[in-house]
């Protein structure tokens, strides 16, 4: 257990930082806007990540919902729960470096006040992050006492809109608002945001009632 939540804390803020490091090597991107891109390409393999390991605990589980077990469940809720730590610390350099763009931080601006005007200023995202390491954590692993793998698995589901939010955000900060390919995305984000974010939560209530 300890050692896949140790890969964790190595893997997600280890992309991000090769990410930044490669786009502003080899793209010459500033650091804002790699630091930022960077940040949701780690985000979007996080959720290509659990979505894949939801396909495959939901597909192994569906004989009895409640008693079917999948190593993988453990292994991922274990192997992510980093992300929500590094996440948190992620979104407060994107929004470091954003409002330094926009001359709202100077450059030797003190770092302890611009961390407590972020969690000011995003304190839902925090709370979020922190009840799913606090509560949901906990929760997934210990207390439901390896019953409900299937549900977990589709739960995982959830991810699935995340891409979609991430490339709209890009294109939005490479100023490609105006494209094909942003329209397009728009549209695939509407219906797998209701699909996966609002459809899925009626259906689980369905499935355990059966």
Same mark, same amino acid.
């Given at each position: 257990?300890?050692?896949?939540? $140790? ?27 790699? $630091? ?39 292994? &991922? ?39 407590? +005007? ?29 019953? +409900? ?15 979609? $939010?991430?490339?709209?955000? $890009? ?33 689980? &209530?369905?499935? &355990?009632?059966?």
């Amino acid at each position: 257990m300890w050692g896949l939540m $140790v890969a964790g804390l190595l893997f997600f803020p280890g992309i991000f930082l090769l990410s930044s490091r490669s786009l502003r090597i080899l793209m010459g991107w500033s650091q804002a806007d790699a $630091v930022i891109v960077s940040a949701r390409a780690v985000s979007s393999v996080q959720a290509v990540m659990a979505v894949a390991a939801g396909c495959v605990i939901a597909s192994a589980c569906r004989i009895d919902l409640l008693h079917d077990r999948h190593w993988l469940t453990d292994a &991922y809720i274990t192997f992510a729960a980093p992300y929500f730590v590094y996440d948190v610390y992620a979104m407060f350099l994107c929004d470091w470096h954003r409002r330094r763009v926009k001359g709202h931080e100077a450059d030797g601006g003190a770092r302890q006040a611009a961390i407590l +005007g972020y969690v000011r200023r995003e304190y839902l995202m925090v709370l979020h992050h922190i009840f799913m390491v606090v509560f949901c954590l906990p929760a997934s692993l210990v207390w439901r006492q390896g019953k +409900g793998d299937y549900f977990q698995g589709v739960l995982f589901l959830a991810e699935l809109s995340t891409p979609f $939010v991430c490339l709209a955000k $890009v294109l939005i900060q490479l100023k490609r608002a105006d494209t094909l390919a942003f329209k397009v995305n728009g549209a695939l984000t509407l219906l797998v945001f209701l699909a996966c974010r609002v459809a899925l939560f009626p259906y689980l &209530y369905l499935a &355990y009632s059966r």
